[in-house]
């Protein structure tokens, strides 16, 4: 089974904190995403990468940034946490080609205060 | 306007009812994901479909690629089967995904 692991299921900073999610893949997917999701908003991409240290915006990079150092790590970064932040925070994997079906992790929910 | 626009919001069943969410997308589309989100967020994949109907368990899934419209059916429903169903598709043009909003779905027992 493919396993996608999130750091934290839960986690609260402060306004102005640095805050680090981390995403683990366990399939060697080349394809790795971060999305968040938001009440009636459905999942929104901030940026995908596609190789290693290889990344790319998705539609709200605003605010965030990425890394990935490793095929089977993919990190999502808040410079200076901002409480319209607080949001669930899925990470995915995919191999890649057109049809590929992506592996959702459990979410992290942030709470910025 | 969102691309992806699923019906209903919210919906409560009884155990046993015939379930149906319905997705309609404005986009022309490489392939079409029905996704089932458990209270807590977990994501899993249900479905991906680029053409007519599959049935998985008392899950089946259609899509009509002239009408831009999928459905997701589930039958004898069971209170197990509570969830947020999330439509997803994936644009022909770039490749990305867009997702719908979600329906979230009450089976009472």
């Known amino acids: 089974d493919v396993k996608v692991t999130q750091s934290s299921r839960y986690l609260v900073k402060r306004t102005g904190e640095k805050v680090f999610l981390e995403c683990v893949q366990d399939m060697d997917h080349e394809n790795m995403f971060w999305y968040r999701q938001d009440p009636g908003l459905g999942l929104r991409l901030i940026y995908f990468s596609y190789d290693v240290k290889m990344k790319e915006k998705g539609d709200i990079p605003e605010g965030y940034s990425v890394s990935r150092e490793k095929k089977e790590r993919f990190s999502l970064i808040l410079e200076s946490a901002s409480t319209n932040q607080t949001s669930m925070y899925l990470c995915?994997?995919?191999?890649?080609?057109?049809?590929?079906?992506?592996?959702f992790g459990p979410g992290t929910r942030l709470t910025v205060l | 306007k969102n691309e992806v626009e699923q019906s209903p919001q919210n919906l409560t069943a009884q155990e046993g009812e015939f379930i149906t969410i319905n997705c309609s997308y404005s986009?022309?589309?490489?392939?079409l994901h029905w996704l089932q989100q458990h209270p807590g967020g977990g994501i899993v994949s249900l479905f991906m479909l680029s053409s007519g109907k599959k049935k998985h368990g008392r899950l089946i899934a259609t899509i009509n690629i002239q009408e831009k419209h999928s459905s997701l059916h589930i039958t004898a429903s069971h209170p197990r089967d509570s969830a947020v169903y999330i439509c997803a598709v994936r644009s022909y043009n770039n490749n990305d995904m867009r997702f719908g909003a979600g329906t979230r779905l009450t089976v009472k027992p």
């Open positions: 995915a994997s995919s191999y890649g080609g057109m049809y590929n079906e992506q592996f």
């Open positions: 986009v022309g589309i490489s392939a």
